[in-house]
């Protein structure tokens, strides 16, 4: 099975203390500690020990600059087969539909089986998947946290839904799948296996290699634009009740009362 994996390269919540920019237009990013999306690198994973259990190759793509290179060789350092960087300065500024055309461009040029997306990436849209499958015209499903092989032409799907609930779907291939977190454990990445893709080829593939007109994509095709980026400002804090366990109820209900919780 040919499975294709799309990574970003995003801030690292972990390691950093995400601040917005005097402008008001995006957040400071000169001292950012970046690593691969947290949702992609279970898509990884997944992709991983599905080509481990029904063979074939994994191949991991991104949209970014040279930086991006880096969660590409970690990726293939987990055991990804392959990457590839999609990368021109006609592509800064894309919005969801830009990233999606990018990468919808690079696929086109391949053949692949099953493509797996991150449930979201770091502004927390979740468009990227949905509309990279509705402009390939194949099926899609979100919040995916398990996925089980029935040939090589139909898969089942697992999906969260409200409440707590599970939903099982056949899916034909090929299909696009956007990857929940705790859908697997993504495996240990060491220093040996860094130090082994190091000095792979990572080809790089810009506007013209995958045949997208100049302002199709990019800050001149995005429809969407962010004028604003700010910190919400803080409401009150809790009250804290003092007291017995009856005194404590005796005033949670006189407060619930007070504003018009209950009668």
Known sequence: MEILVCVKRVPDTAENEIVVNSKGTDIERGDLVYSVNEWDNYAVEEAIQIRDNVGGSVTVVTVGDADAEEILRREMAMGADKGVLLSDDAFNGS????IAAILKAEIAKGKYDLILTGAQADDGAAQVGGMLAAMLDIPYASLVN????VSDKVIKVGREIEGGNQEMSEIDLPCVLSIQTGINEPRYVGIRGIRKVASIEIPVHGS??????????GAAGAKVKRVDYFVPLMGEGAVMLEGSSDEIAGKLIELLKSKGGIK
Do not use: N, Q, T
């Not at 919005?95 to 830009?98: F, L, S």
């Not at 013209?208 to 994509?217: E, K, P, Q, T």
């Open 95 to 98: 919005d969801g539909k830009g």
């Open 146 to 149: 398990k996925i089980e092989i």
């Open 208 to 217: 013209a290699d995958l045949g997208l007109a100049a302002g199709s994509v």
